[in-house]
Each structure stands twice: as structure tokens, then as C-alpha cells.
């Protein structure tokens, strides 16, 4: 899955890059692309482990 969103983010990074260059950018374009952006990075920070879960484990126990 994570090879799967990491090239979804560079294509959706680039068309706003592309779409903003634009003398007139469509509005449209530019809002997916920033959701579709969004929702990968939210998905993408779910499957990053988190820096402190060792110590929150020792702390229940």
C-alpha cells in the first residue's frame, strides 16, 4: 500500500504545481488534488510507527 501512496503524493504535488503555473487555473482540479493529497498523507502517516510507543507500553504495564 505504501508503494502505492508515495507516487500518488508526487503526482497530486505536481499537477497543483502544474495547475497553479497556469494563466487560468481550474479551481476543480486544484481542490482534488489537494484532497486526494491530504488523504494520502493521512494515510500514509497511519502505516509510520510512532516515535514514542515503547514508553507509552512500559507506562500501562
Known amino acids: 500500500m505504501k508503494k502505492l501512496l508515495i507516487p ?3 503526482v497530486s504535488g505536481f499537477l497543483l504545481l502544474y495547475e497553479q503555473s497556469k494563466d487560468q487555473p ?3 482540479i486544484i ?3 489537494i484532497v486526494v493529497f491530504m488523504f494520502g498523507l493521512m494515510r500514509l502517516n497511519t502505516k509510520i510507527p ?3 510507543n515503547n514508553k507509552d507500553q ?3 504495564q
Do not use: Q, R, S
Request: aromatic share 14%; proline share 0%; hydrophobic share 45%.
Open 8 to 10: 500518488l503524493l508526487f
Open 26 to 28: 481550474n479551481i476543480y
Open 31 to 33: 481542490a482534488g488534488a
Open 50 to 52: 510512532h516515535k514514542n
Open 58 to 60: 512500559d507506562n500501562v
